[in-house]
């Protein structure tokens, strides 16, 4: 069991910069990654970045230059900058942990995520 808390959502204007956290807690296995997706409306959840604990990061290529994702495995937070922000990415952010259970065997929780909205 894992709570999963995002928080640094909110409105944003058009080429501005917002950095989303997220926490983990409550679990007794070791933290393999945590990462962000998204889901605007009408649209499937999509990848944002995930990192993992030895810093790999996994990122939507359409993004790479707009956003920076970094950890802090002690305290078990994930961050995502995000900057030049467009209408386009107004979505709700939702935070995944990915859990190392055992041996090449993992299991994910998710927040219930943070909404951003990019307007004028």
């Known amino acids: 069991q894992v709570n999963v808390v995002e928080s640094g959502g909110g409105l944003v204007q058009p080429g501005g910069s917002l950095r989303l956290s997220c926490a983990a807690s409550g679990s007794s296995f070791s933290i393999h990654a945590m990462g962000w997706f998204r889901q605007a409306p009408g649209k499937e959840r999509e990848l944002v970045a995930t990192?993992?604990?030895?810093?790999?990061?996994n990122s939507a290529d359409s993004l790479k230059d707009r956003i920076t994702i970094s950890r802090d495995n002690a305290k078990n937070t994930v961050y995502l900058e995000m900057n030049r922000l467009k209408p386009e990415d107004t979505a709700v952010y939702y935070c995944?942990?990915?859990?190392?259970?055992?041996?090449?065997?993992?299991?994910?929780?998710w927040g219930q995520g943070t909404q951003v909205t990019v307007s004028s």
């Open positions: 990192i993992t604990d030895s810093g790999n990061i």
């Open positions: 995944n942990v990915n859990l190392a259970i055992a041996a090449q065997t993992f299991r994910s929780y």
